[in-house]
């Protein structure tokens, strides 16, 4: 049975085109939005990998000479109070912000996809506790889950990754047991079964990759959630710890003092935050009109 | 109906306790404990004095007779004490309560009378310059933090009227008051509202293609009628739904946004209780928390089987 076959779902959309290249010129023209919003997560990601080369200053070395400096030719954005150049903060900052959303999407996405594999191809049982587990997990708010998570865990990049993957878990769960429950009633599944296959080579040879694309939809979508979570936690000081410069720990530093003062050092990085949760919205959106059928009229 | 509801309340009982056990492992999991904050800001030197701390606050026991202690008192209404601030939990919590009720609801007020209406428009005028405009619009909300927006209203006030909307609990008049709230909801309320737009739009999209509005449009009732008497109401039922798990999770943002405006509701208490590591108010306020949401969504439920009378439970 065919995987997420990108030809087929492009075709369903109306696409009558030829070629990797052809498929994007489609996506572009369709979805005019989303490719703005590719655009922007591009730039993100290229932003974070090319930092170094992006920036002229250390995002961490301080200069007292400079403190509070208005945005100037020497400064694009400003420094904060101890000098540090905001402007390469912000770049930097990226890395933080890529490296927690998909760190996080990754280690959630694994998770739930188990889950959620193992609990609509086995059902009974297994089925009923593990929904009530991730009922239970879904009953407080994302953040209030992941506030208690990153206090438990304590301070730390990496726990910041646990702490805003495991509220995500019920999310990617529920989906994907809703698709494998479908799913598992396909023809091609009972074929499988006729000719003898064992239920695990059915469940992630058949089954798991049609979940793909749901997956790919809810993933992107909760990109930016991931993103606001973290600057979140970091503006509460419980996500990412100094030195790392991140976007939500500047606001934090800036918050309360500085807004009549030094209002850059508001702006600019929030203004980061939500460019790129608006790039990845964008994206979702249309990656969602893509490939769910029920969108296509 | 009878049925339903049993069950239905036993799942509420199941989900509560389970969220009881998580919450109460998890502290404990947290590195250090109140003990350790006390002692290193009581300036003991002598292990023995945390020893002493650490049996006076019942830290020394085990977690499952720790555990039976704080679900016993809590089913007596002994919510225990905060180690932070040495005084009744209840007494911490209760005045916390309305200021965070009020601001939910007037944050969950303003989502709902700016998003659905905006999201109505949006679906009616499909496809031009206005939905575009107003799908951006939708779409900064939901991309925006809550604590920034929350940051450049303060910003705003401070650069043309002088002065930042200070909490109070003795607000001077009416519009003081109204403003002293209205301003920490909007911030929190804008995602909100955002996001009613859109299940508003797409909602009333759903709704706009039924056949039954195709017959209507054929038997010549105007626009009007046919978006506003008959599209409209059955695009409202999933909003409904929408609009009271808004409610329940709009905690998340209050937390922050309660935290930028100093407001001293419970929302911000759970960010201090955490920091502090005081488990009795942690443990309290994240139930309270569970036990506002899963009623909600309770409500809701059986609010929407009220609305909706293809809905019926336990049939």
Redesign the interface.
Known sequence: MSTLDFNAELAAAGANVRGRWGAVRFFIRRFPLGAIGGVIMAVFVLAAIFAPFLTVYDPLSTNAAASLARPSAAHWLGCDFMGRDVYSRIVYGARISLAVSVGSMLLGSSIGVTLGLLSGYLLGWFDLIVQ??L???Q??????MA???A????PSLHNTIIAIAIPLVPYVARVIRANTLSLREQPFVEAAKAIGMSERRIALRHVLPNTLAPLIVLATAQL?STI?TE??LS????GVPEPHPSW?RM?SES??EY??TA?WL??FP?LA???V??GT??LG?ALRDLLDPRQRS | MGAYLVRRFG?MV??LF??SV??FV??R???GNIADILFDAGGYVDPADKLKIEHDLGLDKSIPLQYIDWIGGLLHGDLGYSYQTEKPALEEILPRIPITARLAAIALTFSVLIGVPLGVISAVKQNTVLDYFLRVIS??G???????LG??I??GS?AYFGT?PIYSDQPTGFWNAILMYSVPAAAVGFRSSALMMRLTRSSMLEVLRQDYIRTARSKGASEGTINYYHALRNALLPVITVIGIEA??L???L??TE??F?IPGVARF??EA??WRDYPM?QNL?MF??IV??TI?FAIDMLYAAVDPRIKYGA
């Not at chain 2, 939901?142 to 920034?148: E, G, H």
């Open positions: 009530r587990f009922e239970m997990m009953s407080l708010p994302l953040l209030v506030i208690i998570m206090a438990a865990l304590g930016g606001l600057s979140s503006f509460l000081g419980l939500g606001l918050a309360a807004v009549r209002p508001v702006i929030g935050i939500s460019f949760v608006f919205n964008l959106d | 799942l199941l989900t389970g969220i998580l919450i998890l502290l999991l947290t590195p779409l900064s939901l991309s925006m933090p809550a604590f920034w940051l450049l303060l910003m401070v930042i329940a999770f905690l998340g943002g937390i922050v935290t930028v100093n759970l960010v955490i920091r942690v994240v928390i569970a949401v899963v969504n």
